[in-house]
């Protein structure tokens, strides 16, 4: 059951460049998003979520857009820098206001960014 | 930055056994949940709890599990009867809220290995 969807394993970009990572969904109850990245032997660290009212967030080199039709977002990192070399996971919710809503995650993307 | 324990770090045990993983979240968050990773595959929703009740639970979190809020502090999840395939890592998280309006942090996570 792959409600979220990130279709490539692994990016490698230079220092400098952008990075996009993609993500994919399927389930049209899904009103929330995030990206977390993960180190090894670390757990997941947020970096950034959109609601699905907008189709754009910014947060520093960190963009993440959302086309709703499309069920596809996507996340930028401008410029990238090797500090960034993790798993970048994609994680979707459907859950209201005061309930604890669960996580649906992706399979995650391994980022490299080489010098 | 405020953050969420877990121990221990690692945890080996025999089939069969029982396994209590530990949890401190964050002090004034209200929402909790377990999560795990099986090597190489995506990380996955067990279970939520809230005004201390389970809110949720996947089809993973069956009668073999358990979660428990034993004082102000802790928030542990209980394996009565590991299987080879419980083998994972677990992580805990917590929120102020639901993931729907604010992000969730994550614990650097418990590696179950169960020989």
């Known amino acids: 059951d792959q409600q979220v969807k990130q279709n490539s394993p692994s990016l490698s970009v230079q220092e400098g460049r952008i990075s996009i990572l993609n993500c994919d969904y399927t389930n049209s109850m899904f009103d929330y998003f995030l990206w977390y990245k993960k180190y090894p032997a670390e757990g997941p660290t947020f970096l950034i979520s959109?609601?699905?009212?907008?189709d754009k967030n910014e947060d520093g080199r960190f963009t993440v857009f959302l086309n709703k039709s499309a069920k596809h977002l996507s996340l930028h990192i401008v410029p990238s820098q090797p500090g960034d070399s993790a798993v970048y996971f994609c994680a979707a919710t459907g859950g209201s206001t005061g309930t604890a809503s669960k996580l649906t995650f992706g399979t995650g993307t391994r980022l490299q960014v080489t010098l | 930055e405020p953050e969420v324990t877990q121990t221990p770090s690692h945890q080996v045990t025999q089939m069969g056994q029982e396994v209590i993983l530990r949890c401190v979240p964050i002090s004034n968050h209200l929402y909790f949940y377990w999560y795990r990773q099986i090597l190489g595959q995506k990380v996955e929703f067990l279970v939520s709890?809230?005004?201390?009740?389970?809110?949720?639970k996947s089809e993973i979190f069956d009668d073999q599990f358990s979660v428990e809020r034993p004082d102000g502090s802790n928030f542990t999840l209980k394996i009565r009867s590991t299987k080879l395939e419980d083998s994972a890592m677990y992580f805990c998280?917590?929120?102020?809220?639901?993931?729907?309006?604010?992000?969730?942090?994550f614990g650097q996570g418990t590696r179950l290995t169960v020989v």
């Open positions: 709890f809230y005004n201390n009740e389970i809110s949720e």
């Open positions: 998280a917590s929120s102020e809220a639901s993931f729907g309006t604010l992000k969730a942090f």
């Open positions: 959109i609601s699905s009212i907008k």
